[in-house]
């Protein structure tokens, strides 16, 4: 069984830091891409925030770079989203998903596993 969970979440004022972790079971942790993905109040995921590759390769949306950093211990098969500077219109609902080595990356719907998603609240 696939698995992916988040953790890491939580309340922080505005210019907190958080960091969120994304442990994942059930896939060959090397054969996937990582991605982080957000839902606030009322919104639509925004697409692929930041992405993480076996290769070390990691993007992250204008929207948050140079904020957040992306990363991923192929050891322990965790990816990790380190979030400063945060803001109030951060606050959402984080999710981590694992898109195969073949599909497009920056294509949510290219997307094989999900995980349940963690809270963040950033309070002004």
């Known amino acids: 069984e696939v698995q992916l969970v988040e953790s890491g979440g939580g309340l922080v004022q505005a210019g907190g830091s958080l960091r969120l972790a994304c442990a994942t079971s059930?896939?060959?942790?090397?054969?996937?891409?990582i991605g982080w993905f957000r839902r606030g109040p009322g919104k639509d995921h925004e697409g692929v925030l930041c992405m993480a590759s076996s290769d070390r390769t990691t993007w992250c949306a204008d929207s948050v770079k140079g904020r957040f950093t992306v990363s991923r211990d192929n050891v322990k098969n965790v990816a990790y989203l380190q979030m400063n500077s945060l803001k109030p219109e951060d606050s959402a609902n984080y999710y981590c998903?694992?898109?195969?080595?073949?599909?497009?990356?920056?294509?949510?719907?290219?997307?094989?596993?999900w995980g349940q998603g963690t809270q963040v609240t950033v309070s002004s």
């Open positions: 998903a694992a898109t195969k080595y073949g599909n497009s990356w920056y294509v949510q719907d290219d997307y094989d596993y």
């Open positions: 059930g896939i060959i942790f090397d054969d996937y891409a």
